[in-house]
């Protein structure tokens, strides 16, 4: 620890003059140390409480990866099953929503195909019409002046 820094910190924060030399220094060395000791016997018995914990933890950890593994399976299981059940039934619901599609498609096309076919047959006999309208306005414009 830097004796001079701690002297001007004291100095400017309290306004109080210490020297090098001062006993408070002595005390704060005393704490050092038994801080330092105390510090050493908590880090031995951190050691051997980390290697009590590990003795132990490999064979916990085992078990409960074994636990674990086999409730995973059996929730896998069960969402199998859950989801084959699921996907039954919305292949299922396609199937109806589709085959209804498709039949209201099928409805609209016959309709379409219909018109389509009156249109086809109207087309001619309106063209012919307008054909014979037109020769009509242009012979009776020759004929009737």
Not at 23 to 29: G, S
Not at 34 to 59: C, Y
Not at 89 to 95: N, S, T, V, Y
Request: proline share 3%.
């Amino acid at each position: 620890m830097n004796t001079q820094a701690l002297v001007e910190e004291i100095q400017k924060r309290h306004q109080v003059s210490l020297k090098p030399n001062d006993p408070i220094f002595a005390v704060l060395t005393l704490n050092e140390l038994l801080l330092a000791n105390h510090m050493e016997q908590i880090q031995v018995a951190l050691e051997q409480q980390k290697n009590l914990l590990n003795e132990g933890s490999a064979e916990r950890i085992n078990t409960g990866f074994e636990l674990v593994s086999e409730q995973a399976n059996q929730v896998i299981s069960a969402m199998n099953g859950t989801f084959q059940e699921a996907g039954n039934a919305l292949c299922q619901k396609l199937d109806q929503t589709l085959s209804a599609r498709l039949r209201e498609f099928e409805k609209k096309a016959e309709g379409h195909s219909k018109a389509s076919i009156s249109l086809a047959t109207i087309l001619p006999q309106a063209l012919i019409a307008v054909i014979f309208f037109a020769l009509g306005i242009v012979f009776k414009s020759y004929i009737w002046p």
